[in-house]
């Protein structure tokens, strides 16, 4: 299977909460982030959350961590037309080369 | 932080063509990266771009298909030579500007059509 993978659509009312899910598989990875791309943009760091941390929250993001699943989520809450974008997921390989998942697009609805 | 641009931001190119996309950052950095997306696909790391010796591909990425240059701190290249239909993507490049997470930036890409 994949390295890193999460699922390619979200739909989401705008104000509500949006969760995104990545599973991946390399356990000794060191960090794992959110990026997000914006149409016709280049990709931003969204946020990381190191490996020994299992909660992160930034203002409306709150990513979650279960190491024991290999399971990362992120959470934007008051989801708004401005987050509408594509958000990868991704690992730090011990060489520290970033593997990246296919993205999640996140649609909102007005 | 750092601000990258690409050359061009688009181009329809036909098959058995070469294109080269320029990167060009507004500070020196010491590591440059290319990435592919495909469409559906995660974005994969082509090579790292290296200031003074030649690039370090991938596994399934060779010179001969993507040669780049490097020719200073602020500024590479990536040529998808004899460019076939499977070569239609989006190519990134990327920086590393700092020892930090949070200094990988990356550029707005270079949306590739191949006929």
């Known amino acids: 299977g994949e390295d890193v993978e999460q699922s390619l659509f979200l739909s989401v009312r705008e104000g509500d909460s949006s969760v995104i899910n990545c599973t991946y598989t390399d356990s000794s990875s060191t960090y794992l982030y959110w990026y997000k791309q914006e149409p016709g943009a280049g990709l931003q760091l969204l946020t990381y959350i190191f490996s020994n941390m299992d909660m992160k929250q930034d203002q409306r993001l709150t990513v979650l961590l279960n190491k024991k699943d290999k399971h990362l989520s992120l959470r934007i809450a008051d989801t708004q037309t401005g987050d509408s974008a594509i958000y990868f997921c991704a690992e730090s390989k011990r060489d520290d080369k970033i593997i990246f998942g296919k993205g999640t697009r996140l649609h909102i609805l007005p | ?115």
């Open chain 2, 1 to 115: 932080s750092a601000v990258i641009s690409q050359k061009p931001s688009r181009d329809i190119c036909q098959r058995g063509t070469s294109l080269t996309i320029q990167c060009q950052v507004d500070s020196q950095v010491t590591m440059m990266f290319w990435y592919r997306q495909q469409p559906g696909q995660s974005l994969t790391l082509i090579a790292t771009a290296n200031q003074g010796s030649e690039a370090t591909y991938e596994s399934g990425f060779v010179i001969d298909k993507f040669p780049i240059s490097r020719p200073n701190l602020t500024f590479s290249t990536l040529t998808v030579s004899n460019m076939s239909p499977e070569d239609s993507s989006i190519y990134l490049c990327s920086v590393d500007a700092g020892p930090t997470i949070e200094t990988q930036y990356f550029g707005p890409g270079t949306r590739l059509l191949v006929l």
